[in-house]
């Protein structure tokens, strides 16, 4: 069984630095066809129940999808509308649990980055991402003051990606070192990249790549 | 961070770490003291930062399985079992039943491990000496167990994505039952060192309490959350790998302190042998591997999926975009956010508590900075 499982992992590694390319044309077929924000063509299909409507009731056309996929639902929803749409998720439909703040980096598009807020509701068993498309340099709200533990992973995503959030307290890197200067997580900034000068100053090393 | 007022002019700053052997890694906590209360503190991390997701995103999903091991590296098992399901949740497979219940067993055996060297370095920072060498004694025969399954201790990569890549070798379920019936006397051994022990009673009871709202409000799971009477395990509320089939119970305790949260994990470990019991028992047979291409390539999509982790909820949101490798996968750690939490647990308390509440929230650092 084990050699039989090595042939499999060893090709791609064997095609590996044309790989390394290939998240970009898909990237790139996305902003060809300019209005459509999520990535290529996900098969997800229409989300409908009792939560959508009343979401519909409240927030209007600020939420522009409600959508299902393998069977984990989410909503895209205008990111001056966020901090909003989370209170009343929380306070009306109980999703009382931020499972987690994160980042996607879709950089062919205008709006680059996609945030994405992982929700659970401890009541009703179920889980709901919220989503929201933010421009480069543009802030997009904290959550911190409905949800205390966004405090760290709007840190994070910050530290990765770049993006500042508006209102939040205390908004600095929380894994790198505060001086480092790039945002790894951004697709242009390659693996093999690093901040030669902090490295240098700070290790006394000559990073060799 | 400190400014030292006139008013407050006693206020003293402590740096404590990164090399400090009660911060169970790299932590650095500096620590703001009026005498010896706590009146503030900031966590400094990413001492141990790797770029694990960085790296996912450069490697073809196969590839960067064992990664995952290197985050809780003393859950190593854990971390492959969500992964793994993440994956076939975007190709829409599932693990065969016998792949599904050796993974079982094999992560609850590493949820004693993980708890056994939870206990013994807890019980080590409060000064007890002796469980700590109880429990790597213990330890031992589970690692053992793992390294005639796969050839490694810790860092084990026990599984592929739609199955396991080996099977169980002969003797696997003599062993699985023999190291169950061995352990029940020896977490009963633990207690009696410890569980009234007044010493023991009088630094936990009352220290680093945090109730089940302020939990919710910080995002904390695992044993901490159910420690503060919220009855919430993933293996019952979103049952994965077929955990419907086994019955056991979600220890809770209700006040929410550094005591309870040692009994929640006392039983935890009792119940984990319970699981493992059930499910050597009745190992299916069939094939280990589910029918699936050989490279992975999912559809373009994205998924979330979280798994009850020895430390709390352990997530993956991963998402597609068709090609061999992934577009991004995000990890999300359960020791990372249950830290946030050390600020309100310690603040107002003692100086010689932030070593018993760094020790009672289980963080492994690995898998705080990744």
Request: charge should be negative; charged fraction near 25%.
């Amino acid at each position: 069984m084990a050699d039989e499982e090595k042939p499999a992992s060893s090709p791609p590694p064997a095609g590996e630095p044309p790989k390394a390319a290939a998240p970009k044309p898909a990237a790139a077929a996305a902003g060809a066809h300019v209005p459509p924000k999520p990535p290529p063509a996900m098969a997800a299909t229409p989300w409908e129940s009792a939560l959508t409507e009343s979401l519909k009731q409240a927030f209007g056309d600020r939420i522009s999808q409600y959508s299902t996929y393998l069977g984990q639902n989410f909503i895209v929803a205008n990111a001056e509308a966020l901090d909003s749409i989370l209170d009343f998720l929380k306070l009306e439909a109980d999703f009382d649990y931020l499972v987690d703040i994160t980042a996607v980096d879709y950089p062919k598009l205008e709006k680059r980055f996609e945030l994405v807020y992982i929700l659970y509701s401890f009541a009703s068993n179920e889980r709901v991402r919220v989503k929201i498309h933010v421009a480069d340099g543009v802030k997009a709200p904290s959550v911190v003051h409905v949800h205390l533990g966004a405090n760290w992973l709007e840190r994070e995503v910050f530290d990765m990606f770049g993006v500042e959030f508006e209102g939040h307290p205390d908004m600095r890197r929380i894994l790198l070192p505060e001086e480092w200067t790039g945002f790894p997580l951004r697709k242009e900034y390659s693996i093999l990249q690093q901040d030669d000068r902090w490295v240098k100053e700070n290790l006394g090393i000559e990073s060799g790549h | 961070m400190a400014q030292s007022t006139f008013l407050d002019a006693n206020e003293l700053v402590l740096n404590m770490g990164p090399q400090h052997p009660s911060t169970h890694g790299v932590l650095r906590v500096i620590l703001k003291l009026d005498g010896e209360t706590v009146t503030g503190t900031e966590c400094v991390i990413g001492y141990l930062h790797r770029g694990v997701e960085k790296i996912a995103e450069n490697r073809t999903y196969i590839q960067f399985a064992p990664y995952v091991d290197r985050m809780d590296y003393v859950a190593a098992v854990s971390n492959g079992l969500g992964y793994c399901l993440a994956i076939e949740k975007l190709l829409n497979i599932e693990a065969p039943p016998r792949a599904q219940a050796v993974r079982v067993i094999l992560t609850e055996l590493n949820r004693i491990t993980s708890h056994l060297l939870w206990l013994g370095t807890h019980a080590l920072d409060i000064g007890a000496i002796t469980p700590v060498f109880y429990c790597f004694r213990d330890r031992e025969e589970a690692l053992k167990i793992f390294e005639n399954y796969c050839g490694a201790r810790l860092t084990t990569h026990a599984f592929r994505i739609g199955g396991l890549q080996y099977e169980v070798y002969d003797g696997f379920e003599q062993e699985v039952r023999a190291f169950c019936d061995m352990f029940i006397p020896k977490v009963d051994e633990y207690e009696e060192l410890l569980t009234n022990n007044r010493i023991w009673v009088n630094r936990l009871k009352g220290v680093g309490v945090l109730s089940g709202e302020e939990c919710k409000e910080y995002g904390v799971t695992g044993p901490v959350l159910r420690a503060s009477g919220v009855k919430w395990d993933l293996r019952k509320a979103q049952p994965y790998s077929g955990y419907e089939q086994y019955d056991f119970e979600i220890p809770t305790a209700q006040n929410g302190d550094t005591y309870d949260r040692y009994t929640v994990r006392m039983e935890e470990m009792r119940q984990s042998v319970r699981i493992m019991r059930q499910a050597v028992d009745k190992i299916p047979s069939g094939p280990i591997m589910a029918k699936m291409s050989k490279v992975v390539k999912p559809p373009v999509g994205e998924a979330y999926v979280s798994i009850e982790a020895p430390k709390g909820e352990l997530g993956y949101y991963v998402v597609s975009d068709n090609s061999t490798q992934p577009y991004r996968v995000r990890v999300r750690p359960p020791s990372f956010v249950n830290l946030q939490a050390l600020d309100r647990m310690v603040r107002g308390g003692l100086i010689a508590d932030v070593v018993a509440i760094i020790g009672t929230l289980d963080i492994v650092l690995g898998e705080v900075d990744r």
